[in-house]
């Protein structure tokens, strides 16, 4: 295997610099490994050699191989130790300056033909080469955290970086194990860009008071298949990191509509309520576990009303057939008679909306959301008016847990939790595809490997139906008046023919 740099230097040692500094090494590298705090680049190495010894002990890793990579990793305590590396990545805290400063002096002290790479996650690439003689050999390689496990970096190109430099990185970070996904400098390159749709659109219907943490979290989870709901990922990466990023990206792209931070978060990171790591977030830990509220159990009714189905549902059809299998007496009626309990499911408007323009009785009307496929879901979502009767909101929960499978009853907001997060989602990624920031071959790349998401979002589009996103799009637009819902002209285009990345670029 020819080694792409065979001298590689890595400057802090917190988590992020120790695991770029392992899989370095692993890939064939020399390494060297410093920072400024004394004694931490030491600690770095024991820690890394300490993992490659504990796979030796469980088999998965020889001795001659622990060996050889423990050889091929130290630390050392100077800049100028780096004079002779073939690449230099930057791994220290998130300040502008301090960047800027340490890159300067590397600058001073390694060659010229020396590739020097920061692993920023939120600032301008462009802005910390700014002072650089050769800029062209400066870039953007971003890794997550864990570094050995999350499996996709970020080859970011500055406003004068070389191509053939982001080449190089991207295929040393083959070599290393990872996939690359080449981005433009843009505020959070492509994973914290991609991300904004899920948790801060989540956050803006709990302050809605649509629903709870765990109820939206539950949503999202056995709906639209999320491995982790918004607010367990945010209790996980922990709020003193997640809501500086929020409001980065919101600032960077001069107060966009659609990345608004939430007030929720603010409060929640002055009072130290950061997640698992202080014991207490969206939820309270103990012995590191979410202590979730219990779920309202389905009433238990002994007779049901008769059941109308509106015209104008969402998958009308299918709907009948599950309100038939569950046992209710189906009217057939052009309207509803006088004791019924009329569903409607909509796609972005809100439940009160349509019994005002159905000319609906509003005190009998229960919603449910059937963006996703009935027989794909784990779970079912309803939502009255304002006016619907609590004799009616019991039925329908009632009736659509027959067979066993989990309700939530959500209060009337345009779009139902999984209909906004899956279609803001959606749309900012298509709006990248129109900013060019990546290919969309990329985008998914790094969503599904830097997100954790059960797809891509134009592979999640496409499996919703580009032209419902686009319907949930216009008509929360039109019920909120905010233009944080206003669909991107490339989804527009797309709405007709799919967003799959068979089709041709634009």
């Given at each position: 295997?020819?080694v792409?740099?065979?001298?590689?230097?890595?400057?802090?040692?917190?988590a992020?610099?120790r695991?770029?500094?392992?899989?370095?090494?692993?890939?064939?590298s020399?390494?060297?490994?410093?920072?400024?705090?004394?004694?931490?680049?030491?600690?770095?190495?024991?820690?890394?050699t300490g993992?490659?010894?504990?796979?030796?002990?469980?088999g998965?890793?020889?001795?001659?191989?622990?060996?050889?990579?423990?050889?091929?990793?130290?630390?050392?305590d100077?800049?100028?130790?780096?004079?002779?590396?073939?690449?230099?990545?930057?791994?220290v805290?998130?300040?502008?300056?301090?960047?800027?400063?340490?890159?300067?002096?590397?600058?001073?002290?390694?060659?010229?033909?020396?590739?020097l790479?920061?692993?920023?996650?939120?600032?301008?690439?462009?802005?910390?080469?700014a002072?650089?003689?050769?800029?062209e050999?400066?870039?953007?390689?971003?890794?997550?955290?864990?570094?050995?496990?999350?499996?996709?970096?970020?080859?970011?190109?500055?406003?004068?970086?070389?191509?053939?430099v982001?080449?190089?990185?991207?295929?040393?970070?083959?070599?290393?194990?990872?996939?690359?996904?080449?981005?433009?400098?843009?505020p959070?390159?492509?994973?914290?860009?991609?991300?904004?749709?899920y948790?801060?659109?989540a956050?803006?219907?709990?302050?809605?008071?649509?629903?709870?943490?765990?109820?939206?979290?539950?949503?999202?989870?056995?709906q639209?298949g999320?491995?982790?709901?918004?607010?367990?990922?945010?209790?996980?990466?922990?709020?003193?990191?997640?809501h500086p990023?929020?409001?980065?990206?919101?600032?960077?792209?001069y107060?966009?509509?659609?990345?608004?931070?939430?007030?929720?978060?603010?409060?929640?990171?002055?009072?130290?309520?950061?997640?698992r790591?202080?014991?207490?977030?969206?939820?309270?830990?103990?012995?590191?576990a979410?202590?979730?509220?219990?779920?309202?159990?389905?009433?238990?009714?002994?007779?049901?009303?008769?059941?109308?189905?509106?015209?104008?549902?969402?998958?009308?059809?299918?709907?009948?057939?599950?309100?038939?299998?569950?046992?209710?007496?189906?009217e057939?009626?052009?309207?509803?008679?006088?004791?019924?309990?009329?569903?409607?499911?909509?796609?972005?408007?809100?439940?009160?909306?349509?019994?005002?323009?159905?000319?609906?009785?509003?005190?009998?009307?229960?919603?449910?959301?059937?963006?996703?496929?009935?027989?794909?879901?784990r779970?079912?979502v309803?939502a009255?008016?304002?006016?619907?009767?609590?004799?009616?909101?019991?039925?329908?929960?009632?009736?659509?847990a027959r067979?066993?499978?989990a309700?939530?009853v959500?209060?009337?907001?345009?779009?139902?939790?999984?209909?906004?997060?899956?279609?803001?989602?959606?749309?900012?990624?298509?709006d990248?595809?129109?900013?060019?920031?990546?290919?969309p071959?990329?985008?998914?790349?790094?969503?599904?490997?830097?997100l954790?998401?059960?797809?891509?979002?134009?592979?999640?589009?496409?499996?919703?139906?580009?032209?419902?996103?686009?319907?949930?799009?216009f008509?929360?637009?039109?019920?909120?008046?905010?233009?944080?819902?206003?669909?991107?002209?490339?989804?527009?285009r797309?709405?007709?023919?799919?967003?799959?990345?068979?089709?041709?670029?634009?």
């Amino acid at each position: 295997m020819t080694v792409i740099f065979y001298k590689v230097g890595v400057v802090g040692a917190g988590a992020m610099g120790r695991g770029i500094a392992q899989i370095a090494a692993q890939a064939g590298s020399d390494v060297l490994l410093i920072d400024s705090q004394q004694g931490a680049a030491e600690r770095g190495v024991e820690a890394i050699t300490g993992q490659w010894s504990r796979l030796q002990e469980k088999g998965k890793l020889d001795a001659t191989a622990q060996g050889a990579l423990a050889a091929r990793l130290r630390a050392v305590d100077s800049v100028q130790a780096l004079a002779e590396c073939d690449l230099v990545i930057e791994a220290v805290v998130e300040n502008l300056e301090v960047k800027r400063k340490l890159f300067l002096e590397l600058e001073g002290v390694v060659k010229d033909s020396a590739v020097l790479a920061t692993n920023t996650s939120s600032l301008s690439v462009t802005a910390i080469a700014a002072g650089l003689k050769l800029p062209e050999r400066f870039a953007g390689y971003h890794f997550f955290n864990p570094v050995p496990l999350m499996k996709v970096v970020e080859v970011v190109a500055g406003f004068k970086t070389d191509r053939a430099v982001c080449e190089r990185l991207a295929a040393f970070a083959t070599q290393m194990g990872h996939s690359a996904v080449h981005t433009q400098d843009t505020p959070g390159f492509i994973v914290n860009h991609a991300g904004r749709g899920y948790g801060t659109e989540a956050l803006r219907i709990v302050s809605e008071g649509v629903a709870d943490f765990a109820t939206v979290d539950r949503i999202l989870k056995d709906q639209a298949g999320f491995r982790l709901g918004p607010f367990e990922l945010l209790d996980l990466t922990a709020l003193d990191v997640s809501h500086p990023v929020m409001e980065s990206i919101y600032r960077q792209y001069y107060e966009e509509p659609r990345f608004r931070p939430s007030v929720i978060t603010a409060q929640r990171l002055a009072a130290g309520a950061l997640g698992r790591k202080t014991g207490e977030g969206f939820y309270r830990y103990a012995d590191g576990a979410a202590q979730l509220p219990a779920e309202p159990p389905a009433p238990l009714l002994d007779t049901l009303p008769p059941v109308w189905v509106s015209p104008r549902a969402a998958r009308r059809a299918e709907l009948l057939r599950l309100v038939h299998d569950l046992g209710a007496r189906i009217e057939t009626g052009a309207s509803p008679s006088s004791n019924a309990l009329i569903l409607v499911a909509p796609l972005g408007f809100d439940i009160t909306t349509v019994a005002a323009v159905d000319r609906l009785d509003a005190t009998r009307v229960v919603g449910i959301d059937l963006l996703v496929d009935d027989a794909a879901t784990r779970r079912r979502v309803l939502a009255g008016t304002p006016a619907t009767r609590r004799d009616m909101r019991e039925a329908a929960h009632a009736l659509f847990a027959r067979d066993g499978k989990a309700v939530s009853v959500i209060r009337d907001s345009g779009g139902f939790v999984t209909q906004r997060v899956v279609a803001t989602i959606v749309n900012i990624a298509s709006d990248m595809c129109q900013q060019r920031i990546c290919s969309p071959a990329d985008l998914e790349t790094a969503v599904r490997l830097g997100l954790g998401y059960p797809r891509g979002p134009l592979a999640m589009g496409d499996l919703y139906g580009p032209t419902n996103m686009l319907e949930v799009l216009f008509n929360m637009q039109t019920v909120y008046g905010d233009p944080r819902y206003r669909p991107s002209p490339w989804l527009r285009r797309r709405g007709a023919l799919g967003l799959s990345l068979t089709h041709q670029e634009d």
